[in-house]
């Protein structure tokens, strides 16, 4: 995976979810926030991340299902395997499930591990400074948005979010280095893990897992 996909997906992962998260990959360096939680099955957003000099990466979040309350966001991006698939069951009560597939290997479902703590997002509207109401502009449209600034691991980050948007309410953002930025959103999306994935077991490990058995 290019490096600019693998911070990006550390940060959706790991914090842009609602309630604190639970992620097994190593904490990102990308600022954090959120710019709401707007849940909708079969709609999404399809993103545009460009880091430095790097060629610009492709990240689609889509909310694929619903299961007792929670709601099932699925992730794709290009790896040197192929199309890579991270899939989330998440809720108010936080990360529930997670299940990975990349390129033609099985599908794996990892455990719930407790290895980093919980990864607290930054809520814009609460963390942010608010600059008012602007429209946004982006290859997917304009947009009715609410600019905010944030200051998060020391750097500046310029936020536009819009409640329109599915999952996640973020139409841009700006840091030093690197942007996202909307280019499309999605309709009618399906799930692209149709097989019963694997279970991986991590029995070595010094810390606890949460089961997720009871929510299978």
């Not at 790896?79 to 936080?94: A, C, I, S, W």
Request: aromatic fraction near 6%; include cysteine; proline fraction near 9%.
């Amino acid at each position: 995976m290019r490096r600019a996909g693998g911070m990006l997906a550390a940060a959706l992962v790991s914090v842009m979810l609602p309630a604190p998260q639970l992620w097994a990959q190593p904490r990102s360096a990308v600022p954090q926030f959120s710019g709401g939680w707007h849940p909708i099955v079969g709609q999404g957003s399809v993103y545009e991340v460009r880091q430095g000099d790097e060629a610009p990466a492709m990240w689609e979040m889509n909310v694929v299902g619903q299961e007792q309350g929670r709601y099932w966001i699925e992730m794709t991006f290009d790896t040197p395997q192929g199309p890579g698939v991270m899939k989330h069951l998440v809720g108010p009560d936080g990360l529930k499930r997670m299940i990975m597939k990349i390129g033609s290997e099985p599908a794996i479902e990892m455990p719930i591990t407790t290895a980093n703590g919980p990864i607290a997002k930054t809520d814009v509207e609460r963390a942010g400074t608010s600059l008012g109401r602007e429209v946004g502009t982006t290859p997917a449209g304009t947009f009715d948005c609410e600019h905010y600034r944030v200051q998060e691991q020391g750097q500046t980050v310029e936020v536009w979010v819009s409640p329109k948007i599915s999952p996640y309410g973020l139409v841009k953002w700006t840091a030093p280095m690197m942007s996202m930025q909307l280019i499309r959103q999605t309709s009618g999306a399906k799930s692209r893990i149709t097989e019963a994935p694997q279970t991986l077991t991590m029995p070595d490990l010094p810390w606890g897992t949460q089961n997720s058995a009871d929510d299978h």
